[in-house]
């Protein structure tokens, strides 16, 4: 049975229902291909308990959500008009990675929603593929460019597309035609981007998902020393980056790291792109978050609940986060390690440490 109720949660409201959860978010996404009356969403519960999960549409700095609750070992329907008012993009999230999330227009196959946000990302495909239908969503507040490169078997570039996205949250759709056949399709945006692609099999629409086989390379201010700050969870969902050119900071983060009864929270304040520097250290794709540590103020014992959150939740909710004002106080995140230079700029972690 699923239970449908139209909320509109504040950042703080959030964070008083998830802050204090260990477990990271999983959000899927579901760009604007289909309309409304014409798509469904399916939802199936593998696991022996209930789960619930958020429909999200985006409207300027709002985000409403209809919520699910899905009983065990079964399966819901929702139809696009429940979510939908019109032909839009929507996002859908859950904590339990025992839900699955599918869509279907109007009697076509049921395609798996995922989650990859990587401005570098890759569609590989069946060996006679001629022609793709491509639905890219734009997940940067700001304009967003992207570049499309398609190979044949023998790894030579066949045809190539430069796109321009002037808006968050907007949809590109297009089919794309080839002289020959592709095996993949190479996507490289400026910023944070989801794809989804399809193509025909003999008579029957599929999809491939998209596949982030390597970091984004940033380039990182030099001048800067960089810090990774999560929780102290044995097994870390979330981590971003912050960067210091005080050296007294730099010298009380360090102190942090040696002697764990000195941590603090971190406060300091954020703007929008990552600066070269901040990434979902421990995300899927390690994406660039589109928001960056431009100053911290202090390290305190104590913070104010308005700024309190995660990386996740505030790259979820930017754009109110930036209108009231950029501070972020993380309550249960500590600065847990420095980080070389190459550290930052690859996205990789050196084995002799790994994670702390």
Not at 209 to 218: F, R
Not at 279 to 292: E, H, I, L, N, V
């Amino acid at each position: 049975m699923d239970l449908g109720i139209k909320t509109s949660l504040t950042l703080s409201a959030w964070i008083l229902v998830f802050g204090l959860s260990a477990h990271a978010s999983e959000v899927v996404y579901l760009p604007a291909y289909c309309e409304p009356e014409r798509l469904t969403v399916f939802v199936t519960n593998k696991s022996f308990e209930p789960e619930r999960l958020w429909a999200q549409t985006r409207f300027e700095q709002e985000i409403q959500e209809l919520h699910y609750d899905v009983e065990a070992r079964s399966q819901i329907k929702i139809r696009g008009s429940e979510f939908l008012p019109t032909k839009m993009a929507a996002s859908f999230k859950y904590f339990s990675k025992s839900l699955q999330v599918t869509s279907s227009c109007e009697g076509s196959p049921s395609i798996p929603l995922t989650s990859t946000v990587s401005p570098l990302a890759t569609h590989y495909l069946p060996a006679n593929t001629k022609s793709v239908k491509m639905h890219l969503l734009n997940l940067f507040l700001r304009s967003n460019s992207v570049q499309l490169k398609a190979f044949n078997k023998a790894g030579t570039l066949v045809d190539e597309k430069s796109l321009l996205f002037e808006n968050y949250y907007d949809t590109e759709s297009f089919k794309w035609s080839f002289s020959q056949p592709v095996v993949r399709i190479e996507i490289k945006a400026a910023e944070r981007l989801h794809s989804l692609l399809l193509y025909d099999a003999n008579g029957t629409e599929k999809s491939s998902p998209s596949v982030s086989l390597t970091p984004v390379i940033l380039e990182p201010p030099p001048q800067q020393t960089y810090f990774l700050v999560s929780t102290k969870d044995a097994r870390a969902d979330e981590a971003f980056v912050v960067g210091f050119t005080d050296q007294s900071q730099i010298k009380t983060a360090r102190e942090q790291i040696q002697n764990p009864s000195l941590e603090k929270i971190l406060v300091a304040g954020i703007e929008l792109g990552h600066g070269g520097f901040n990434r979902a250290f421990y995300g899927k794709d390690k994406a660039p978050y589109s928001w960056s540590v431009n100053r911290v103020d202090a390290f305190a014992d104590f913070a104010h609940i308005d700024c309190d959150g995660s990386p996740d939740l505030t790259e979820e909710r930017l754009m109110s986060k930036l209108n009231e004002g950029g501070r972020i106080c993380f309550w249960r995140y500590r600065i847990v390690r420095e980080l070389t230079y190459e550290e930052v700029r690859s996205g990789k972690l050196t084995p002799a440490q790994g994670r702390p």
